[in-house]
């Protein structure tokens, strides 16, 4: 557990100092408020709710959290820092769930620093706490296996704009997944919506913390984060 | 380094006192491609070994392996007792490896690096100051303490590089090219830091600079094409493979000596040839090749004695150094 903690801690503080993390919260901080305000219809819809900030910001992870991801294996791979760590006395697996543990840290900040918006919220009026919570749950279990989708693609490759582009694709595809399905063919939706990213979301927003949604989203970061540690082994065989 | 500091940075001694690396019939497929042809070598505590070898030769993956970072298609290896495929936590815990360019993170500090690397080795933490102050005084990075990787030389990242390698007191150094991209006088240094630390710890170099094996290691290993050719000390490696001994003959000599000078050499029964390299007044210096051993020398002296020649100096020429690693490693 020390090990996964050590290198979180260093992730974390890598993740600090590149411009493209200090990019992607400001960017994230500015349109969930622009887009919660603006287009979600705060305003006209006369409730108390953050709804309109849980939709925006699931968005804004397909696009945001990808950018977070994409340098953890792949800028060790490109830089060859990561034979170094790798050769220290540590399991393959401790270094993926450290780099995990490092970005996930960095999103549980970046979400803390939202918490003006149930706080303002409250004071103006009374705001029903259930789907606030679990909103944030849902914005964590959700945001935790896009970047250990990531994770997983960064270990794919040196280059850190194609570790991007194919989790914004992995996980852009399986977030509209049950509404592409539903397109084609209506009946389909609902038993593709398992597999949506979005649709697990919503029951948990609404409040409803449903074991069935949690296991999702934790088979989705277990899997990813397996795949991941099989293909940064694999550079023992080949 | 007392063995009460190497409990503490959690580094087992080996269980018995065998070969601090063993290796036995290493094989490496990438591929098709068969970059180690079964290597086998043993390295004892205290011995700094060369690894010699062209460019792609397998000195870089036979480090991998031993460290590691990729797996062997066949063979074993043992590091400080430890069985490199069973116990490979334990083998890297008592290694300290320098990787080819010393690839840090550049958006560390030195400090802040050196720190991580503790945590990582298991360095408690009432120890580590002492062991980063020691380490930054030991690789001469004092005055470059307040910057970050990224802005250091690259011979100051190297001793960065070396500075995390032996932070935990390893019995074995692997070091790949630690000299490589430095200017000469960095490269004294870091060789000169290498030969103290061989003093107590157990280090395999990898190199394709001849002097610099001559100069810092006490036995060489050269590979070539996957294939170990030549191990032992240069004396022995040149010895073994000087097809004939040669002798440098320098002698001041009468002028109408000097005419018959070469014949007579050439009529002892053991030379095979003489060749005139200088002449400089009545100062002459042959090469004299020949078989015999030291019978060649002392059939030599006798003739110079006969003939009166002023003997100004009589020595074995060795064959050398870069013509043997020549000889063995072009395929």
């Known amino acids: 557990m020390g090990n996964i903690w050590f290198i979180g801690r260093r992730e974390l503080a890598s993740l600090f100092n590149s411009a493209i993390a200090w990019f992607a919260i400001v960017v994230f901080l500015f349109m969930v408020g622009a887009l919660f305000f603006w287009t979600g219809e705060f305003f006209e819809v006369g409730q108390n709710t953050m709804r309109g900030f849980f939709d925006q910001a699931t968005l804004l992870f397909i696009f945001l959290l990808p950018a977070i991801s994409m340098r953890l294996v792949s800028e060790e791979k490109r830089t060859g820092s990561l034979e170094l760590l790798i050769t220290m006395p540590l399991r393959d697996v401790e270094v993926m769930l450290g780099k995990l543990l490092g970005a996930f840290l960095f999103l549980v900040i970046t979400l803390l620093l939202t918490a003006a918006y149930p706080i303002t919220l409250s004071m103006l009026g009374r705001l029903d706490m259930g789907p606030v919570i679990g909103g944030y749950v849902g914005l964590l279990l959700m945001g935790l296996s896009f970047l250990s989708v990531g994770l997983m693609a960064s270990t794919w490759t040196k280059n850190q704009i194609v570790a991007f582009i194919l989790t914004l694709l992995i996980c852009g595809f399986f977030y509209f997944i049950d509404a592409m399905a539903g397109a084609f063919w209506e009946s389909a939706q609902d038993t593709v919506a398992h597999l949506s990213f979005r649709a697990h979301f919503e029951n948990i927003s609404r409040g409803v913390l449903d074991t069935r949604d949690i296991i999702f989203y934790l088979s989705v970061t277990t899997l990813a984060v397996t795949i991941g540690t099989f293909s940064l082994e694999s550079r023992r065989w080949t | ?331």
């Open chain 2, 1 to 331: 380094m007392s063995a009460a500091t190497v409990e503490a940075a959690g580094v087992t001694e080996s269980p018995a006192d065998k070969a601090m690396i063993e290796v036995r019939d290493l094989r490496k497929f990438y591929g098709s491609f068969e970059a180690l042809k079964g290597i086998s070598f043993r390295v004892g505590r205290g011995e700094i070994v060369g690894f010699l070898g062209p460019n792609g030769a397998g000195k870089t993956t036979t480090m991998k392996i031993l460290t590691g970072y990729i797996s062997a298609t066949s063979g074993w290896f043992g590091v400080a007792g430890f069985d490199g495929f069973d116990n490979s936590l334990d083998v890297r815990r008592n290694i300290g490896y320098l990787p080819e360019n010393a690839p840090l993170y550049p958006d560390m500090g030195i400090i802040e690096y050196l720190n991580f690397v503790c945590q990582i080795r298991r360095i408690p933490v009432g120890k580590r100051k002492a062991r980063i102050d020691a380490m930054v005084e030991t690789v001469g990075l004092t005055s470059m303490i307040k910057k970050n990787i990224g802005e250091l030389s690259k011979g100051y990242r190297q001793r960065v590089g070396l500075a995390q390698a032996l932070i935990h007191e390893p019995p074995v150094l692997i070091l790949d090219e630690p000299t490589s991209g430095l200017d000469p006088n960095q490269i004294v240094e870091i060789r000169k830091l290498i030969k103290d630390l061989g003093k107590e710890h157990t280090i395999i170099l990898s190199t394709h600079n001849l002097p610099e094996v001559q100069m810092t290691c006490s036995r060489m290993i050269i590979i070539s094409n996957g294939t170990k050719v030549a191990d032992g000390t240069a004396d022995a490696i040149q010895a073994q493979h000087a097809d004939t001994q040669s002798l440098l003959i320098t002698a001041r000599v009468s002028e109408e000596a000097r005419a018959a000078m070469s014949d007579t050499i050439t009529s002892i029964p053991s030379v095979l040839s003489a060749e005139l390299l200088q002449r400089d007044g009545e100062r002459v210096q042959f090469r004299v090749s020949g078989s015999g051993g030291d019978e060649l020398a002392e059939a030599v002296y006798s003739t110079a004695k006969e003939h009166s020649w002023s003997l100004i100096e009589l020595r074995r020429d060795v064959m050398d150094l870069e013509k043997i690693f020549h000889k063995l490693t072009q395929y």
